[in-house]
C-alpha cells in the first residue's frame, strides 16, 4: 500500500528461504522469502534472543522491490539492542498481492500461524540463536496472524510441539476448560514454543473471530492500538482483552488517544483510504502519530528485554 524505500545506514539483511510448516498440493513445505538480520556481534556473543517478524496486508516488499520502511526500521532498532530479526514473506512465493482490499488465499488463521512456525523452527536450529528466548511479532494482518498463531486454535503450534526435537511429545486435544485451566497454571511457554508475543493495531481482534470463550494461550501478548484506528478498531480489541483476561491470560493492551491505523510507521503522512472502505467500513486512515511511535518503541524494549534476556 505504501512504498517506502531503505534509508541511508540501513541494517544489512539477508534475503534467505525457509520452509514454512504449510504443504502444496504436492504435500511438499512452502518455501518462503525471509529476510534475516544479525548484529554484528552475533557470531562473538554466542547465541541471542531472536524475533520473527509477520508484516500486514500490503506485503513485507514495496512496489519497487524495496523492504517497507516499518519493517526496516524496527529490525535496525532491535539489532541495535542485540536481537535477531527474521522478516517472514508470506505473500511473495506463494504470488500473493495485497490483501488491503479484499480478502485473500493467504490467511491470518491458516497459512500465516504455518508461515510464522516455520520461521521458529528455522531460528531454533540456528546455532546463534537462543532457541527458547524468541518473540513473535506483527503488524494489522499480521497482528492478526498474531493472535491466531497463540491461540487455542493455531494450526500450527501442536504440529510444532509435536515435531520440535526439544519439544514435550504432543497430548491428546484437551477440552477447552482444560486448555484454560493449564494455560493459568503455566508460568512460560513451552520450550519449543515462542516466549512471547507482541501484536500492532491486529485485524481479527475481537470477541467473535477469536472464540474469547474459550481463547486460551500460556504465551504473554502485548497489544499496541490506537484509539482513533477506523482500520482494526480499538473497542472490539478492548473487549476481546477484557474477557480474556477475566479468564487470567497473560494478555495487556495500551491504547493511544487520537492515534491511528499504521502509528509506528517512520515518516508516514496521515492518509485516507477509500479504496478500501467497502471490506472495512470506515475509511481507513494511516498515518504516523509521533507521542505514539516514541511510547510504542520504549515499551516494545522494555516488553522484549524482560520476556527475553533474563
Not at 286 to 299: F, K, L, Q, S
Request: net charge negative.
Amino acid at each position: 500500500m505504501i512504498l517506502m524505500v531503505l534509508g541511508p545506514g540501513a541494517a544489512a539483511q539477508e534475503k534467505i528461504q525457509i520452509p514454512s510448516l504449510d504443504t502444496d498440493a504436492s504435500g511438499h513445505p512452502v518455501l518462503l522469502d525471509a529476510y534475516l538480520f544479525k548484529p554484528a556481534l552475533a557470531t562473538a556473543a554466542g547465541p541471542l534472543p531472536a524475533v520473527v517478524f509477520m508484516h500486514g496486508c500490503s506485503g513485507l516488499i514495496t512496489h519497487s522491490g524495496k523492504l517497507m520502511s516499518r519493517e526496516l526500521d524496527w529490525a535496525q532498532r532491535l539489532n541495535q539492542q542485540g536481537y535477531v530479526v527474521l522478516a517472514v514473506d508470506s505473500f511473495s512465493t506463494r504470488g500473493a498481492a495485497s490483501e488491503c482490499a479484499h480478502g485473500g488465499a493467504v490467511t491470518p488463521q491458516v497459512e500465516r500461524p504455518r508461515d510464522a512456525y516455520g520461521a521458529l523452527r528455522f531460528l531454533q536450529s540456528q546455532p546463534y540463536v537462543k532457541p527458547d528466548r524468541i518473540a513473535l511479532m506483527g503488524w494489522s494482518h499480521g497482528g492478526g496472524t498474531v493472535l491466531f498463531s497463540i491461540g487455542p486454535r493455531s494450526p500450527a503450534r501442536e504440529i510444532n510441539r509435536g515435531s520440535m526435537q526439544i519439544s514435550a511429545p504432543a497430548s491428546p486435544p484437551r477440552a477447552a476448560s482444560e486448555v484454560i485451566s493449564a494455560a493459568t497454571t503455566e508460568a512460560t511457554p513451552a520450550a519449543s514454543d515462542f516466549r512471547t508475543a507482541i501484536a500492532f493495531y491486529p485485524g481479527w481482534c475481537n470477541t467473535s473471530a477469536q472464540h474469547a470463550s474459550d481463547w486460551s494461550t500460556a504465551i504473554p501478548l502485548l497489544i499496541l492500538q490506537g484509539e482513533s484506528d477506523t482500520w482494526t478498531r480499538a473497542q472490539p480489541c478492548e473487549d476481546f482483552v477484557q474477557a480474556v483476561r477475566a479468564n487470567n491470560m497473560p494478555v495487556e493492551i495500551h491504547l493511544y488517544p487520537g492515534a491511528y491505523h499504521d502509528f509506528d510507521f517512520p515518516h508516514l503522512p496521515l492518509t485516507e483510504h477509500p479504496e478500501f472502505a467497502k471490506r472495512t467500513g470506515p475509511v481507513p486512515i494511516t498515518g504516523t502519530d509521533p507521542v505514539a511511535r516514541a511510547d510504542a518503541i520504549e515499551r516494545v524494549t522494555a516488553y522484549l528485554a524482560q520476556a527475553l534476556k533474563p
